[in-house]
């Protein structure tokens, strides 16, 4: 019998990683695991308004299919007053609803991109946009963060990664896991290179509503308010937002010169018409989830500040490991000394103290000595976590 033939697209090494292998293996053997690797809020131990939020789901309107590639006004409307709360103004018209912004950076590439055109993305970074660029037959280009009290885009060496096959240009703000918010002078050098050389500026600001500490002011503006020179798409959703990640409801927001714009609110109507993905209760529900945000927010920044507290006071009673600075977001990264792999620490801590916390392989982090831990996890396995990986790193690096 002839094998079916797949698509080289999706021909990627499916096995599982050691450090996988042994975090599954504990869970079913039933030890305990302090999870340093938390990112769904809704097994952290939140306090939701489930009345409020499944009520939500009962509005009648929905029973009446009324298909608008766009998404249903109303919802559209709720992202508007989203922006207006972040200082700018945005036609409802300008607006797409996704199921995620997973689906919206797919309706981008496919907007963009013909297969093997480039779209350059920030390094260290979250790594599900290998697959998403895979999938689209895109090719990722990595231009560097660097590390200097506080990270920092180099604008030559950006400049220098864009070649003839380059469409866009993906600003993750603040960036995941490094919380690293694009600054103003930074912002300027990419919308003038997106400019210049005809790219489209791709702005992810899911974690944008959780700064940590005061004073970033205007660092931590959101790219739909000011001026846009190049065709700019903003992405976020509720899975942060609103801290709702099951509800499966994002959106992409349109900016750009006149023309440009008008052309790809067209073309973009036409993918999401051939789609049509989101389905009508979550969007009727959807003014209504966005609304009741701010309770679920609050919560988890009082967690985050909480934890980077707690961090701190751990790390400042040793000197092995140290931490990076933090902006924004869910995440630490952590300096750990570099005498083994990232990966053979990561399974050692999981191994002899029940620690999961990501390597910095998986977000690209270059070389060894990183790690990086959720600022989302439990306070008390986060306390624990923390004093038993110092601990650990300490006698390491004593002995």
């Not at 009648?60 to 590639?69: E, I, K, Q, R, T």
């Not at 690293?180 to 790219?199: D, N, Q, S, W």
């Amino acid at each position: 019998m002839t094998s079916p033939q797949f698509s080289r697209r999706t021909g990627w090494d499916l096995a599982e990683t050691e450090w996988a292998r042994r975090l599954r293996e504990r869970r079913t053997a039933g030890l305990p695991i302090l999870d340093l690797t938390a990112s769904n809020p809704t097994r952290c131990g939140f306090d939701y308004d489930a009345e409020g939020i499944l009520a939500a789901l009962r509005e009648s309107a929905a029973l009446d299919y009324d298909p608008d590639p766009r998404g249903i006004l109303r919802a559209r409307r709720a992202v508007a007053d989203y922006y207006a709360g972040h200082g700018a103004m945005i036609d409802p018209e300008a607006i797409f609803l996704t199921t995620s912004t997973s689906e919206a950076y797919s309706y981008l590439f496919r907007l963009l991109c013909d297969p093997g055109d480039e779209v350059l993305i920030a390094q260290p970074s979250y790594p599900l946009f290998d697959f998403l660029a895979d999938i689209n037959d895109v090719r990722l280009a990595p231009y560097p963060l660097f590390y200097d009290y506080g990270w920092h885009l180099d604008p030559e060496a950006l400049r220098q990664r864009i070649t003839y096959r380059t469409r866009a240009i993906v600003v993750v703000h603040p960036n995941n896991p490094t919380g690293h918010f694009t600054k103003a002078v930074e912002r300027a050098v990419i919308e003038e290179l997106c400019a210049e050389h005809g790219l489209a500026l791709i702005v992810d600001e899911v974690f944008l509503d959780y700064p940590i500490g005061d004073g970033w002011g205007e660092a931590a503006r959101s790219f739909a308010d000011g001026d846009h020179p190049a065709l700019t798409f903003v992405l976020s959703g509720l899975s942060k937002v609103a801290a709702l990640p099951q509800m499966k409801a994002a959106w992409i927001a349109c900016f750009g010169p006149h023309q440009q714009l008008l052309t790809a609110l067209d073309r973009l109507e036409v993918i999401a018409d051939t789609y049509l993905s989101m389905n009508a209760p979550v969007q009727w529900a959807f003014p209504s989830w966005m609304a009741g945000r701010g309770r679920i927010q609050r919560q988890i920044a009082e967690r985050v500040q909480a934890n980077f507290e707690a961090l701190d006071a751990v790390l400042a009673s040793q000197s092995v490991t140290t931490r990076l600075q933090i902006e924004a977001g869910w995440y630490g990264v952590l300096r750990i000394p570099a005498a083994e792999s990232d990966t053979k620490t990561a399974i050692d801590l999981l191994e002899e103290f029940g620690v999961a916390i990501h390597s910095g392989g998986f977000f690209g982090f270059p070389d060894t000595g990183w790690l990086v831990a959720s600022l989302l996890s439990r306070p008390e396995d986060f306390l624990r976590g923390m004093m038993n990986l110092t601990a650990y790193l300490k006698a390491l690096h004593e002995g």
